[in-house]
């Protein structure tokens, strides 16, 4: 079965490659999806472009394992040399956009659930969910679909690792910040200029150091990314506008982190977009992550973001293909990787299940 398989999620991936499903205009790969599902005889279904199915032997009571990736995409970068949309090989990579993040892993995680479909006395109920909108964080993605899921006790979420054993995952916070000062003529005396102001806000950013580090993912990172002020060459202007991306790791809440930097940031203002993307972890000696271990697999913590980040349950991040490919230009994918992917996850859920 798992002979038959591998080619049928290559042309499965192959199709979502070639059909352009950029976050939020996910309708046609969920269709081609729902397609793949049909041809293998799995009932599923839909919420806005998300598709899910629950294995056929599914028992209340039993704990749940989700199996979790996304058919969403960035837009392509403009270094593209290669037609993101034209999927295919060449010496033995499979290019395309999406490719690598995180089709690879969509498909590979779909072969392994109609694996396990219809054998009965599994210790786990099993739902998988090919996911919208991952890309965008949107509204529309993973996180609308948990109010309607059963309970879930623990999920694997597919990304690019090499197929190494993602144990932990850094939250993200953005943060707002405004720097005032007194709004002038540029030709007069003014020793309250916003944008000189905000000299000693971002020394004071490159140095902060927060306490706690953790064994996994290491410390907090705090990353000032963007500057605004100013709209005329004579005018000083009143405030000077910064954006703050925080990687935060498993040892604080996107909270405690907010409350921080309000109470010790120079900013006249620090105000964070949303607080929803917290930091996920799987304990090492989870079940999961011991099978992972006795089959050759080692652990680290991620500093990307994914669909954990919504997830209340322990989760392990686990996908065939590699991060640093991810939004890069000729996106690809090995087909080996996919084909041992495949295996890799079946073997490592034949000793859970």
Known sequence: MIDQLKPSAIALLEQLISTPSFSSEED??????????????????RKDNNVYAFNKHFK????????????????????????????HIEDGKLYGLGSND???????????????????????????????EEESSGDKGLNSMLPILPHIDVAIVGEPTLMQLAIAEKGLVVFDAVVRGTPSHAAHPNDNNSIYNTIRVLEWFRDYRLEKVS???????????????????????????LV?????????????????LRAESPCDVITPRSLRLNSSSIPKDHPLVQAGIALGRETYGSPTLSDQAVLTCPSLKLGPGDSTRSHSANEYIYVREIEEGIELYIKLMEKVL
């Open 28 to 45: 046609r790969t969920a269709a081609h999806i729902e397609n793949w599902l049909r041809s293998n005889s799995i009932p599923f279904k």
């Open 60 to 87: 209340e009571g039993k704990p749940t394992l989700l199996l979790n990736s996304h058919h969403d995409t960035v837009r392509p970068n403009t270094a593209y040399t290669k037609d993101p949309f034209d999927a």
């Open 102 to 132: 995180a089709g690879g892993c969509l498909v590979s995680l779909l072969a392994t659930f109609v694996y396990f479909y219809d054998k009965p006395d599994l210790n786990y109920n099993l739902v998988i969910v090919a996911s919208a």
């Open 215 to 241: 064994e996994v993912l290491g410390p907090v990172k705090l990353t000032v990314t963007q500057i605004n002020a100013g709209k005329q060459h004579n005018v000083v202007p009143a405030d000077t506008n």
């Open 244 to 260: 703050i991306d925080v990687r935060v790791n498993d040892k604080y809440t996107n909270q405690e982190i907010a409350d921080l």
